[in-house]
T-cell receptor, first 111, second 114 residues
Framework: QKEVEQNSGPLSVPEGAIASLNCTYS??????FFWYRQYSGKSPELIMS????GDKEDGRFTAQLNKASQYVSLLIRDSQPSDSATYLC???????????FGAGTTVTVRA | DADVTQTPRNRITKTGKRIMLECSQT?????MYWYRQDPGLGLRLIYY???????NKGEISDGYSVSRQAQAKFSLSLESAIPNQTALYFC?????????????FGEGSRLTVL
């Protein structure tokens, strides 16, 4: 079992719709969770971090964390063509400084 | 100029050749990392270094070595390249003071081994 798994995609959504991305992790002691966005041919950049159970909102992005279910998600509201990218879920292990990444979910927003 | 700079950006080489990928950063971060990215596999950690005297293996270090020449420089070597090392390689840094887990990536080095 991979440490961090994401829904494989690709995910295609119409402009203005909600894109929902899911991620599960295996290390129950993980404390920190991140979403990175990677445009084609570019390097990943951090867009969201979440540390506590519940929702965290930042503009059109909402991260949701459920540690009991070992599940973290990212919602993109009012999706725009500029949101078309691969989204990487990353988990920071307990007692460790390294991040483990999921394989990524590619999102395409249709105009 | 980019805060994390990788050279070369693209390299095509032959099986058995020695290759070095270089990374330099101006962010002043102590922690530096090398990842490789393959389609469908995401980012996998090769080596990481928390200061000049600290080198640690990641999850896929076999076939690779690293050198931390200075706080700002971290190089990755493939002593004898093989085709399954064809991948996109990223150098990254992080700030231990914040310990947010945020990584700052270079622009990537695309390596093709024929």
């Amino acid at each position: 079992q991979k440490e961090v798994e994401q829904n494989s995609g690709p995910l295609s959504v119409p402009e203005g719709a909600i894109a929902s991305l899911n991620c599960t992790y295996s290390d129950r002691g993980s404390q920190s969770f991140f979403w990175y966005r990677q445009y084609s041919g570019k390097s990943p950049e951090l867009i969201m971090s979440i540390y506590s159970n519940g929702d965290k909102e930042d503009g059109r992005f909402t991260a949701q964390l459920n540690k009991a279910s070992q599940y973290v998600s990212l919602l993109i509201r009012d999706s725009q063509p500029s949101d078309s990218a691969t989204y990487l879920c990353a988990v920071k292990h307990s007692n460790d400084y390294k991040l483990s990444f999921g394989a990524g979910t590619t999102v395409t927003v249709r105009a | 100029d980019a805060d994390v700079t990788q050279t070369p950006r693209n390299r095509i080489t032959k099986t058995g050749k020695r290759i070095m990928l270089e990374c330099s950063q101006t962010k002043g971060h102590d922690r530096m990392y090398w990842y490789r990215q393959d389609p469908g596999l995401g980012l996998r950690l090769i080596y990481y270094s928390f200061d000049v005297k600290d080198i640690n293996k990641g999850e896929i270090s076999d076939g690779y070595s690293v050198s931390r020449q200075a706080q700002a420089k971290f190089s990755l070597s493939l002593e004898s390249a093989i085709p399954n090392q064809t991948a996109l390689y990223f150098c990254a840094t992080s700030d231990p003071g914040l310990d947010t887990g945020e990584l700052f990536f270079g622009e990537g080095s695309r390596l093709t081994v024929l």
